[in-house]
């Protein structure tokens, strides 16, 4: 799953994050610089942006609504680890009230519709809504790779579900069809196809076997030994 | 004795979870109730002499620790603050370490609790009081000329400023590692005022971090901190049950539920040990943040179903036995149910900065926005009880007939299944700082689809015998 820590992370932001530095509104550059850093290069540091976040909290002033916006697609595609909504936890609520500030509150509305589309497994649904409104777009932007990148969890998480999997059924979880698809089914993710090119094997790995397992208690000795110490010492 | 027996090794490594530690927990609880009785006569006596001598810095001490009147007007409010600050002032930046004895080995918890309280509650004052456009002008006005008393910079600032002098970072840190702690503790951290101002800063520090909203950061905070009956917060009965609702409600909220659940049933069950001995006002305030915890684990136990300690499962029953049928049942009639339990045992949560008083309406109480953002999650997972009922009876089956039994497209059907799988894996802590853990599986069912065909496990669970037949045993010789 993903580390909280990228080794990507320079020593500078290590600094701040673990000392105090994390207070100082200045701060703030350093992880905006480093977030752009992230939308760039298809890696993502949940804790930095955090950090961010929270400066954003105490120092409202600061606030950009582009930045907010850039952390929160980022932690979309950690789904399904609870990195959106801790995010969401460190906006401020009055923020997010409708009309306080024109545009933010209806961006952050959308990507919360994302992301609960994204945990629940609603992909086909999540790529529609992608496609519904030119605002996604927008806000997607600045992420590189972003579709990439979705495309990559929903895969990893079907191998951990199925064996085998109908293409047409995959198609509309990747958004891809025909060669693209194909393409990414083989290459990028390395499963087969069957002869009939209509069924996707996926390889076994040990989320997807779903194995049969009896837990026993272990009993040793040692789990007694009060007892029968107690009883000695009774004696005694 | 006091508060902060470092050093002291134990006697037998013991789990965790073990009979024998809560044993111990509760034998050491005995002792120090014992010893607060001796306090009470001590610190007559000490009142005593106090008042012939007029000891100014030691009844600011004693002051201090003593809670503030959840009535008193803003005026009595805008002074306490004011004395933390002159206190704190005078303990971190007189000239090298002052020279001062805690009166007693639980006040430094009780200056940091009530600190931290008087902050909370001024702050929810604060925002009722912007919410509210019509009444009370004068103390809108008041409040709008001075938004930095109890602000949050300077509360942070505090903690962090007990933390760094006393060391206390450092001493754990040796502690740790079987070292002395008196080596790095220097000359504040050698002091007991200084190292258990420090220690219990950093319960301070998780408490505010989680009513910010800002879990993983609270889990973080405690990273020096071993959760143990060696640890410092465990002599204090009010700490020790403080730190571990708010680790439980912090992991509750990272979604890591079955250690929320295990912290809640730490403490619950040593509070249900205890409670036969416990006589002071201390416990009437416990029992609210009780019946909090055990709502926030029947919370936990509908995300994670699980076997319970027996304590713990009578007195869910007893207390929410029909919510957490309805929580278990899951499906929509199970939201309300949800949010009546999150709304009635979440911490008080704040924001950090002063409400715009000029918009009321702009004024969101921070508890609907992290309620909402949790409530998410819920209708995310609401379906799972549901497809978890009927895995259960079969080993194989196909995904549509399934689905019509449900009454549900087989999309909708593949969803739930998807959602439920990645559920089933959870980060577990194991011995690492509180936000490590190890992913396993933390469910009993498992499946995997091929195409339609789903594939059901079941891994068998055979009884645990071993840890009732202790128990009965040890109620035998009792």
């Given at each position: 799953m993903d580390s909280e820590d990228p080794q990507e992370r320079p020593d500078d932001i290590s600094t701040i994050i673990n000392g105090l530095e994390r207070y100082n509104p200045e701060a703030v550059v350093g992880l905006e610089d480093y977030l752009r850093h992230q939308c760039e290069n298809r890696y993502t540091d949940c804790n930095a942006n955090r950090t961010l976040l929270k400066l954003y909290q105490l120092n409202p002033d600061r606030i950009k609504d582009e930045v907010i916006t850039n952390i929160l697609v980022k932690a979309l595609t950690c789904?399904?680890?609870?990195?959106?909504?801790?995010?969401?936890?460190?906006?401020?609520?009055?923020?997010?009230?409708?009309n306080s500030r024109a545009e933010l509150?209806?961006?952050?509305?959308?990507?919360?519709?994302?992301?609960?589309?994204?945990?629940?497994?609603?992909?086909?649904?999540?790529?529609?809504?992608?496609?519904?409104?030119?605002?996604?777009?927008?806000?997607?932007?600045?992420?590189?790779?972003?579709?990439?990148?979705?495309?990559?969890?929903?895969?990893?998480?079907?191998?951990?579900?199925?064996?085998?999997?109908?293409?047409?059924?995959?198609?509309?979880w990747l958004d891809l069809e025909g060669a693209a698809a194909q393409k990414f089914i083989t290459e990028t993710a390395g499963w087969k196809l069957d002869e009939g090119a209509s069924v996707v094997k996926v390889p076994r790995n040990p989320e997807n076997e779903a194995k049969k397992s009896e837990v026993r208690e272990d009993v040793n000795v040692d789990m007694f030994s009060r007892v029968v110490r107690r009883a000695w010492e009774e004696i005694a | 004795m006091s508060a902060l027996r470092n050093g002291s090794a134990p006697?037998?490594?013991?789990?965790?979870?073990?009979?024998?530690?809560?044993?111990?927990?509760?034998?050491?609880?005995?002792?120090?109730?014992?010893?607060?009785?001796?306090?009470?006569?001590?610190?007559?006596?000490?009142?005593?002499?106090?008042?012939?001598?007029?000891?100014?810095?030691?009844?600011?001490?004693?002051?201090?620790?003593?809670?503030?009147?959840?009535?008193?007007?803003l005026e009595v409010k805008f002074q306490s603050y004011d004395s933390y600050c002159n206190l704190f002032h005078f303990i971190l930046n007189s000239d090298g370490p002052v020279d001062l004895e805690p009166p007693s080995h639980y006040w430094a918890w009780?200056?940091?609790?009530?600190?931290?309280?008087?902050?909370?509650?001024?702050?929810?004052?604060?925002?009722?009081?912007?919410?509210?456009?019509?009444?009370?002008?004068?103390?809108?006005?008041i409040l709008r000329d001075n938004?930095?008393?109890?602000?949050?910079?300077?509360?942070?600032?505090?903690?962090?400023?007990?933390?760094?002098?006393?060391?206390?970072?450092?001493?754990?840190a040796a502690m740790k590692r079987n070292e002395d702690p008196a080596a790095v503790a220097g000359e504040y951290g050698s002091k007991t005022l200084y190292r258990m101002l420090g220690y219990f800063s950093i319960i301070g520090l998780l408490r505010v971090h989680c009513l910010l909203g800002d879990f993983s950061l609270a889990l973080k905070t405690l990273d020096d901190i071993e959760l143990n009956k060696k640890a410092m917060f465990a002599r204090v009965m009010a700490a020790h049950f403080t730190t571990y609702y708010y680790v439980g409600f912090s992991y509750m909220m990272m979604h890591r539920y079955a250690d929320a659940i295990r912290m809640f049933s730490h403490i619950l069950v040593y509070v249900s040990r205890t409670k036969?001995?416990?006589?002071?006002?201390?416990?009437?305030?416990?029992?609210?943040?009780?019946?909090?915890?055990?709502?926030?684990?029947a919370i936990c136990v509908a995300f994670h179903p699980t076997r319970l300690d027996d304590t713990i499962h009578t007195a869910l029953r007893e207390k929410y036995g029909d919510q957490l049928l309805k929580l278990q049942r899951g499906g929509p009639d199970s939201l309300p149910i949800f949010e009546e339990l999150f709304k009635a045992a979440c911490p008080k949560f704040i924001s950090p900065v002063p409400p715009d008083?000029?918009?009321?309406?702009?004024?969101?109480?921070?508890?609907?926005?992290?309620?909402?953002?949790?409530?998410?999650?819920?209708?995310?997972?609401?379906?799972?009880?549901?497809?978890?009922?009927?895995?259960?009876?079969?080993?194989?089956?196909?995904l549509k007939k399934l689905a019509g039994f449900l009454e549900v497209q087989p999309e909708e059907l593949r969803a739930w299944l998807l959602v439920n799988k990645q559920r089933t894996k959870q980060l577990r802590w194991t011995d690492q700082g509180l936000l490590d853990g190890e992913w396993v599986n933390v469910s009993d069912l498992d499946y995997a689809m091929q195409g339609d065909l789903i594939h059901i496990s079941e891994a068998k669970v055979g009884r645990k015998l071993v840890d009732w037949y202790l128990r009965n045993l040890s109620r035998t010789y009792n």
């Open positions: 789904f399904p680890s609870p990195q959106f909504t801790l995010a969401l936890h460190l906006i401020p609520p009055s923020i997010l009230a409708p509150p209806e961006a952050i509305a959308k990507l919360r519709e994302l992301n609960n589309q994204l945990q629940g497994a609603q992909y086909a649904r999540f790529w529609a809504t992608l496609d519904s409104d030119d605002l996604y777009a927008d806000l997607t932007t600045d992420i590189e790779g972003f579709e990439d990148l979705i495309r990559l969890r929903i895969a990893t998480l079907v191998s951990h579900a199925y064996r085998e999997v109908d293409l047409s059924v995959l198609e509309q | 006697l037998r490594a013991v789990d965790d979870d073990s009979d024998v530690e809560e044993e111990a927990l509760v034998a050491d609880y005995k002792e120090q109730v014992q010893y607060e009785d001796g306090m009470e006569e001590l610190e007559q006596v000490n009142s005593l002499t106090m008042a012939q001598q007029t000891d100014d810095i030691q009844s600011r001490l004693v002051a201090a620790a003593q809670p503030l009147d959840f009535s008193a007007p009780d200056v940091i609790d009530e600190f931290i309280y008087q902050f909370n509650s001024f702050s929810s004052y604060r925002l009722r009081l912007a919410r509210q456009a019509r009444d009370n002008e004068e103390e809108r006005q938004p930095n008393t109890w602000g949050c910079y300077s509360v942070l600032n505090v903690l962090y400023s007990l933390i760094q002098r006393s060391q206390i970072t450092e001493q754990l036969n001995f416990q006589k002071n006002a201390q416990y009437d305030s416990i029992t609210k943040k009780n019946d909090q915890m055990y709502a926030l684990i008083f000029d918009n009321p309406e702009a004024n969101v109480d921070p508890i609907d926005h992290h309620l909402s953002i949790f409530m998410d999650e819920v209708k995310t997972n609401m379906w799972s009880p549901t497809v978890k009922s009927y895995l259960r009876l079969y080993t194989t089956m196909d």
